[in-house]
């Protein structure tokens, strides 16, 4: 594949620093990226995403969505030459897990009753 046609970006991450920058081919899937921005996380950070379905990847105001391919999502703008694309990066764990331990450690368990008072 000729060096034109690849797409140049980097991963900004919660606290500023990037990983990357990397070059990718159009074809290369959203779900891709992903996959790579777990493997090259920095060790030293206190979030860290589990695996690719907690990472959101965020360019030009939009979500990437896993499906789509880098040249479907790439904005009009991003097709300057020689330029290097930041994407944003938020890690947002499974919602369900975190809910369910959060209720285990706060919440004391509740027993099941009702009342009725007639005044």
């Not at 159009?26 to 990472?55: C, F, H, Q, Y």
């Not at 990847?57 to 969505?65: F, P, Q, S, T, Y």
Request: proline share 8%; net charge positive.
């Amino acid at each position: 594949m000729p060096e034109e046609d690849l797409v140049e970006l980097k991963f900004r991450l919660y606290d500023g620093s990037d990983i990357g920058p990397f070059q990718y081919s159009p074809a290369s899937t959203v779900a891709m990226l992903k996959e790579r921005i777990v493997a090259e996380w920095p060790k030293d950070k206190k979030i860290a995403p589990k695996g690719a379905n907690d990472i959101k990847l965020i360019n030009a105001g939009k979500i990437w969505e896993n499906n789509k391919t880098v040249g479907q999502c790439r904005a009009p703008f991003d097709d300057l030459p020689k330029v290097v694309i930041t994407m944003h990066v938020v890690v947002q764990p499974s919602i369900t897990k975190a809910k369910t331990a959060e209720k285990k450690a706060d919440e004391p368990p509740r027993k099941n009753f009702c009342s009725c008072s007639i005044l």
